[in-house]
């Protein structure tokens, strides 16, 4: 089986950065994805990690290490627009099982 | 292009009573997944469908719940008889290809059981 931990919560201010975190227990995965969700919305992909390293997409950016089994979301310059809902999810590999496990969630709140 | 679409997008129920959701997946994608999600958690997998077979139904309590995807396009998940703790929102999610880690998600139907 496979376990991801979140942090439940997370607040920040207008324009700072925020990193989110997921640790996880699996036995081997195929890479990391982060999903955005709006209160009442539908998830919607936001980056996804196979290998090692940092990736980067426009604010976002998204760290794996799988040595640590340790990945974070790191969003920079925050909107009041972001304030949503974030997962991370693994595809586990080697069991023939081929959807994505989510964690819990963390919520970020955005202040002005 | 269009996306996931689902209906409806809430329904009330009394237990013991049954229940169906709808989706349609985007255009030309042959896995559609269906999820549940309660309240403050993440969405977890009840059934995986490539074009109209079964991929995955692992995690789907099959004594109250079914899902069926005639001719690999739409599908409708059913649940009879509903119970209290089958409250939350059900995700319609679909994928160009199988084990896709990009998964195109619908607003979903949000179920109340009283």
């Known amino acids: 089986g496979q376990s991801l931990e979140q942090p439940s919560e997370v607040t920040a201010v207008e324009g700072a950065i925020v990193q989110i975190n997921c640790t996880y227990q699996t036995s081997g995965f195929y890479g990391l994805s982060w999903y955005q969700q709006h209160d009442g919305g539908a998830p919607t992909f936001l980056s996804y990690?196979?290998?090692?390293g940092l990736e980067e997409t426009g604010r976002f950016s998204s760290f794996l290490s799988r040595s640590d089994s340790y990945g974070y979301l790191l969003l920079q310059e925050l909107q009041m627009k972001d304030s949503a809902s974030y997962f991370c999810?693994?595809?586990?590999?080697?069991?023939?099982?081929?959807?994505?496990?989510f964690g819990s969630g963390t919520r970020l709140q955005v202040q002005p | 292009e269009a996306g996931v679409a689902q209906s409806p997008r809430y329904k009330i129920i009394e237990k013991r009573q049954s229940v169906a959701f709808w989706c349609n997946p985007i255009?030309?994608?042959?896995?559609l997944y269906w999820y549940q999600q309660i309240l403050g958690q993440g969405p977890k997998l009840l059934i995986q469908f490539q074009n109209n077979g079964v991929v995955d139904d692992s995690q789907l309590p099959k004594d109250r719940f079914s899902a069926e995807r005639l001719k690999g396009v739409d599908s409708t998940l059913k649940i009879q008889p509903a119970k209290l703790e089958d409250s939350a929102v059900y995700l319609c999610?679909?994928?160009?290809?199988?084990?896709?880690?990009?998964?195109?998600f619908g607003a979903g139907t949000r179920l109340s059981v009283l």
């Open positions: 999610a679909s994928s160009l290809v199988q084990g896709g880690d990009i998964q195109y």
């Open positions: 255009s030309g994608h042959a896995t």
């Open positions: 999810a693994v595809r586990e590999s080697g069991t023939g099982r081929r959807a994505l496990t």
């Open positions: 990690n196979a290998l090692d």
